[in-house]
């Protein structure tokens, strides 16, 4: 999964399916946008390192599933 800056539109999440790419747009203000809909109790900074430890989990997961098959 990356987030690419498509232009001066905004920003997307590209996330590979196979032999394509699902795409999704991000809103401009994506707090402002989730605040409608998502609550929480925690703090955005820890949102955040709980985000980066899943997807640094996720990346080694990966990373083990294709050693595996090239191995």
């Given at each position: 999964m990356a987030v690419v800056t498509i232009d001066e539109r905004g920003?997307?999440?590209?996330?590979?399916?196979?032999?394509?790419?699902v795409v999704i747009p991000v809103p401009a203000d994506p707090y402002k946008f989730a605040g409608s809909w998502l609550s929480t109790e925690r703090a955005v900074k820890e949102l955040k390192v709980i985000a980066?430890?899943?997807?640094?989990?996720?990346?080694?997961?990966?990373?083990?599933r294709r050693t595996q098959l090239f191995s």
């Open positions: 920003k997307a999440v590209v996330i590979p399916a196979g032999s394509f790419f980066e430890k899943r997807a640094a989990e996720d990346a080694i997961d990966r990373a083990k």
